[in-house]
């Protein structure tokens, strides 16, 4: 039923949570791959060097740690298993992936290390599901 799943992770427990499902949802679909992504946002140009690379080099950091987090919750998924770390706005970049990458589903955490913004103008979850080419499974 699901072949191509996308998990979206960014380090909060749900988000583990839902690699767990999502590695779960794999096993039990047979899917043929399972895609991973991080996104973050943009670092302004206005930082200047040297912090610039600094913001740069430690939100690299982070994302790749996140990353890692979430290969190991399906690791033993017997699918391939791909990962992303993008930069921009996050919910358009997931939406963004699942069409290019005609994903069959989202599988995302219901809460994330979101900020105040974020609770003001809705939820990233909810800009996914409202947007999303493709079912999404929210995990809490």
């Known amino acids: 039923m699901f072949n191509k799943i996308l998990l979206a992770v ?3 427990e749900h ?4 690699a767990r499902v999502a590695a779960d949802l794999a096993r039990t679909m047979n899917a043929k791959e399972l895609r991973i992504v991080t ?3 943009f670092i302004p140009a206005y930082l200047g060097e040297p912090n610039m690379q600094f913001a740069i080099n430690t939100r690299m950091e982070e994302a790749n740690a996140i990353l890692q987090n979430a ?3 399906a690791e033993k998924t017997p699918c391939e298993i791909h990962i992303e770390l993008l930069e ?3 919910a ?7 069409t290019t990458r ?3 589903v989202i599988v995302m955490g219901s809460r994330g290390l979101g900020t105040l913004a974020g609770l003001l103008l809705g939820s990233t979850s909810q800009k996914v599901v409202a947007h999303a080419p493709c079912p999404v499974l929210i995990v809490r």
């Open 92 to 98: 358009e970049a997931i939406i963004n992936v699942a």
């Open 10 to 12: 960014d380090g909060s």
């Open 15 to 18: 988000a583990l949570h839902a």
């Open 39 to 41: 996104v973050y946002d």
């Open 102 to 104: 005609k994903s069959e």
């Open 88 to 90: 921009g706005p996050i």
């Open 71 to 73: 290969v190991k919750e």
